[in-house]
């Protein structure tokens, strides 16, 4: 095997580490659904993950080491760095998470907008607790594939897509307002308030600070 991965050009190497590399953003992107979906096997989930990080940079940089490319070891590394330091970088760092991911999947969030706003959402299910599910090409956005809606604000309801959701209630996510943002809202048994703005009316729901808002 190390003979093939030796024959292997120097492009397709890179091209395998940039693919765990993508992969490994998602799981710090997505950490919150993967709290949600695996509870208390997340941590060991994400340790696998890094097992098969680890499995696939630490063979290739080795033969690209042995190669003697400067700009391919220096590609290498920074892939390498990348790909190991991004989940948890990530998860620990929701400033830089929450607008990342946003922007990097923003055509999704527009997309699930314009089906609340077109109806193509069965209106009895989004006003529901717990909301309409969601085209299954979008399940990514959201934790539990759905879209609900927190209530109202001046008077236009406020879609509600959860990042992460406790058990057996509570969540934080990304909403989207017509119109001005303000007050707080229960998202599953958890007062939040529009902390971030993202644009395109959407912002980042998290727990109320300070006196409550009304």
Known sequence: MTTYRRRLPTTILLSVMGAVTVAMLAVGLHIGQLV???????PLAEGLAYLVALAVYLPVMTVL????????????????????????TL???????????????R??????A???????????????????????HLCFVSANCRVST???????PVLFLPDWLGIPD??????????EATGSFDAYGMR????????DGWWWMDRCRGPRQS
């Open 114 to 136: 314009e089906l609340a706003r077109e109806g193509r959402l069965p209106a009895e299910r989004l006003h529901s607790y717990l909301g309409a599910e969601l085209p299954s």
């Open 36 to 42: 949600t979906a695996l509870w208390l096997l997340a």
């Open 91 to 105: 998860q620990f760092t929701p400033e830089l998470r929450v607008p990342l991911r946003f922007h990097l999947e």
């Open 107 to 112: 055509f999704a969030f527009t997309q699930v």
């Open 150 to 156: 927190l209530g109202t604000s001046g008077g236009r």
């Open 192 to 199: 939040v308030c529009p902390t971030t703005h993202l644009g």
């Open 65 to 88: 080491v042995r190669r003697r490319g400067v700009a391919a070891c220096a590609a290498g590394l920074v892939l390498t760095v990348t790909g190991l330091a991004a989940p948890v």
């Open 170 to 179: 509570d969540a934080l996510g990304y909403a989207h307002f017509t119109g």
